[in-house]
């Protein structure tokens, strides 16, 4: 069973920067997406950002040139490095993981029906 373990949130400044890691075991693809969501109440998830299994990553536009996604595959471990936060990215920040079924298919690391594996979630608060 795929275990997804978020930490790294907490509380900021505007202008802040933060680091999320994603601990996972127990996956055995070969091919997968691993991505970054937030969430605030009241509205729908919103897919941040992803790397697949050959190293591609995708960002949504809003955090392009501020966030960065990496993975360490010899500590199995996933991380979104979030530089010059903002107010309004305050939300409860999900780690979750899926299956790619080939290379080459790094848009289908975009969708959140891709993602099988959920982690609790991580808050992150930035405020002004």
């Known amino acids: 069973q795929v275990q997804l373990v978020e930490s790294g949130g907490g509380s900021v400044q505007a202008g802040d920067s933060l680091r999320l890691s994603c601990a996972a075991s127990?996956?055995?693809?070969?091919?997968?997406?691993m991505g970054w969501f937030r969430q605030t109440p009241g509205k729908e998830r919103e897919w941040v950002a992803a790397?697949?299994?050959?190293?591609?990553?995708n960002y949504v536009d809003s955090v392009k040139g501020r966030f960065t996604i990496s993975k360490d595959n010899a500590k199995n471990t996933l991380y979104l490095q979030m530089n010059s936060l903002k107010p309004e990215e305050t939300a409860m920040y999900y780690c979750a993981m899926g299956k790619l079924l080939a290379r080459g298919q790094a848009w289908r690391c975009r969708v959140s029906s891709t993602y099988k594996y959920w982690g609790q979630g991580t808050q992150v608060t930035v405020s002004l």
């Open positions: 127990g996956y055995t693809y070969s091919s997968y997406c």
């Open positions: 790397i697949d299994s050959y190293g591609t990553t």
